[in-house]
Structures are given as structure tokens and as C-alpha cells.
């Protein structure tokens, strides 16, 4: 069985290029939430589809990718960002776990994570769609 950190590892860049972009029903929607300023760990960010968008929308965004070229991407993509910070880490381990190997000014406080794709890789049993 493939390790699922390397799932799209060959597709990173089609997964960039054709994946398509949150509503930005659900970004006003977050936003709720999430009120401005705010830091926002965006948990298996990929290529960073909902990085950007948050980004776009005023957030720092601490992106946590294991996929080395889905990360790569990303990097690629939001260099430009001044509130963009990539880390490499899994959605299985803590806050204190993934940023203790980082640096950013000090203390870095997430104050809210993302996790919206989480539940669509899960067993299709238990309603989770397999790709």
C-alpha cells in the first residue's frame, strides 16, 4: 500500500493547475469564524488551493504539507506572500510538535486550524470518498 503522504507526489503540478477553488460562499462564510487579523494553520494544505484564497483575504497562513512536491508547489506559487509560511508536518501531529522545528519570531500562535479535505480520504466505508 502507498504511503498516502506521497499520493500525488507524480501530479503535484496538474493537481495545481485543474483542482478548483473553494466557493467564496464558504471563505465569507469562514470569515465568521475566523475574524481578521488572525493565524490560520491550514492542515494537508497541498498546493496551496485554500492557502492562497485565505491569504487573499488578509490571514497569515502557516501551510502544513508532508508531500514534498505538493509543498514544493505551493512554495512556488505563494513565495510572493509575506504571510505564508510553509512547514513540513502531517495532520496527525500537534501544533507543538510541527512548529517546535520552526523559528518565526519567537512564539507562533495558530489560532485556527483547516481541515477540510480531511474527512473526504477516509475509508469509503465509513463515507469517505477513495480517488
Known sequence: MQDPTRRFSDRASY?????????EE???????FFPLPAVVADIGSGTGILTRQLLDHGYIVYAVEPNEPMRAEAERAL?????????????EATA?????KYEYDGKVTVEYETKLYLGRWGKKEEGGRRN
Request: charged share 20%; no cysteine; net charge positive.
Open 26 to 32: 464558504l471563505l465569507a462564510y469562514l470569515r465568521g
Open 79 to 91: 513565495k510572493t506572500y509575506s504571510g505564508f509560511h510553509s512547514v513540513i508536518g502531517r495532520a
Open 96 to 100: 507543538e510538535q510541527i512548529f517546535a
Open 15 to 23: 493537481y495545481a493547475k485543474f483542482r478548483p477553488t473553494y466557493p
